[in-house]
């Protein structure tokens, strides 16, 4: 998004011809915001999901996730069991849906599609400040 020297207080903007903050939306720009901002809250969900993924992994080699059992008169460590009865090696055995190569993908996935609708709305922005001055030029 461009951005103008009044930044952040447009109050004060000086530059109300060029401003993007002056410009009035259109029903495009309305909409390629939601979309924008609907995309940053699903890129935000999965940097959480890659923070526990991270946490997990540390509590597994930490030992968290073992128990002593004695096996043949010796104490030794076991993984301890999941819900489904499987033993805990990696952070999918904890919480479902926590597969790093899965959630690296779908957070670049997600990077690039906000990347494309930031391309289109400094596009669109283009436009409307092109017609905004011309109207104001008048």
Same mark, same amino acid.
């Given at each position: 998004?461009?951005?103008?020297?009044?930044?952040?207080?447009?109050?004060?903007?000086?530059?109300?011809?060029?401003?993007?903050?002056?410009?009035?939306?259109?029903?495009?720009?309305?909409?390629? =915001?939601?979309?924008?901002?609907?995309?940053?809250?699903?890129?935000?969900?999965?940097?959480?999901?890659?923070?526990?993924?991270?946490?997990?992994?540390?509590?597994?080699?930490?030992?968290?996730? /073992?128990?002593?059992?004695?096996?043949?008169?010796?104490?030794?460590?076991?993984?301890?069991? =999941?819900?489904?009865?499987?033993?805990?090696?990696?952070?999918?055995?904890?919480?479902?849906?926590? =597969?790093?190569?899965?959630?690296?993908?779908?957070?670049?996935? /997600?990077?690039?599609?906000?990347?494309?609708?930031?391309?289109?709305?400094?596009?669109?922005?283009?436009?409307?400040?092109?017609?905004?001055? /011309?109207?104001?030029?008048?």
């Amino acid at each position: 998004m461009f951005r103008c020297g009044c930044y952040p207080n447009h109050e004060i903007c000086k530059n109300k011809n060029t401003c993007e903050f002056w410009i009035p939306l259109n029903q495009k720009l309305k909409q390629l =915001n939601q979309q924008i901002s609907y995309e940053l809250k699903i890129l935000e969900s999965l940097n959480q999901r890659k923070r526990d993924y991270f946490r997990i992994l540390s509590e597994i080699q930490q030992g968290r996730y /073992t128990e002593i059992v004695a096996i043949d008169g010796r104490l030794k460590r076991v993984p301890k069991k =999941n819900a489904r009865g499987e033993s805990i090696l990696k952070p999918d055995d904890v919480q479902v849906g926590l =597969n790093f190569n899965v959630i690296s993908k779908e957070i670049t996935d /997600t990077e690039t599609i906000i990347h494309e609708l930031r391309i289109r709305e400094k596009n669109i922005l283009k436009i409307l400040k092109k017609q905004y001055w /011309t109207i104001a030029c008048k």
